[in-house]
């Protein structure tokens, strides 16, 4: 069974960073593009950064400059690097494949940038 879970969200300041991680345990890490994905109370889920399998990126406008995502294909493990982080990045967090499969949507993690 495919499980993703999703670390690493908190407060923090306007202007601060922080590192999100999502462990993939199952086979689709290896064999598909992977993506952050956000949810901002009462909007829907938006595509945040997308890495492809041979670690080709690319990013929504609105963070594009100060979010990197990133994959380890040893630990199974993508990641969101996030710098000069603003109060409208405040979400839930997730990661999926790309498209993501409704079967593979996790808790999320809640990052709350707010001074």
């Known amino acids: 069974q495919v499980q993703l879970v999703e670390s690493g969200g908190d407060l923090v300041q306007p202007g601060g960073s922080l590192r999100l991680s999502c462990a993939v345990s199952g086979s689709i890490f290896s064999f598909n593009t992977m993506a952050w994905y956000r949810q901002a109370p009462g909007k829907q889920r938006e595509l945040v950064a997308v890495i492809t399998r041979d670690s080709t990126t690319n990013y929504a406008d609105s963070v594009k400059g100060r979010f990197t995502i990133s994959r380890d294909n040893v630990k199974n493990t993508v990641y969101l690097q996030m710098n000069s982080l603003k109060p409208e990045d405040t979400a839930v967090y997730y990661c999926?494949?790309?498209?993501?499969?409704?079967?593979?949507w996790g808790q999320g993690t809640q990052v709350t940038v707010s001074s």
């Open positions: 999926n494949k790309l498209p993501p499969g409704n079967r593979y």
